[in-house]
């Protein structure tokens, strides 16, 4: 090969590698928003689901707390029965 040939096949592998760095930018470019868009899902998600847990164990809470005051509630019931019926009985 020549020199002219030689300058004009390293011309072109300089352009064709330019291109290649060319597209591997926009490549990178284009999974970082890809990574920024499943980041930001991903806390929205987490968020959501922490917002959704306070919640169940406010649920939770409350339904213990009504079980509690209902299981109270029949005890009393249940003791007062009994000590009417001995009375009625004898």
């Known amino acids: 090969m020549n020199t002219y040939e030689e300058l004009v096949f390293y011309k072109?592998?300089?352009i064709e590698l330019e291109k290649?760095?060319?597209q591997l930018r926009l490549?990178?470019?284009i999974l970082m928003n890809l990574v920024e868009k499943i980041e930001?899902?991903?806390r929205n998600l987490c968020s959501q689901l922490e917002k959704e847990?306070?919640?169940l164990r406010l649920n939770n809470q409350r339904y213990a707390k009504w079980l509690m005051q209902n299981n109270y509630r029949f005890?009393?019931?249940q003791a007062n029965l009994k000590n009417k019926l001995p009375q009625e009985r004898g």
């Open 12 to 14: 072109k592998k300089i």
């Open 20 to 22: 290649q760095v060319n």
């Open 27 to 29: 490549s990178r470019r």
């Open 40 to 42: 930001t899902e991903k």
């Open 53 to 55: 847990k306070q919640q």
């Open 75 to 77: 005890m009393e019931l």
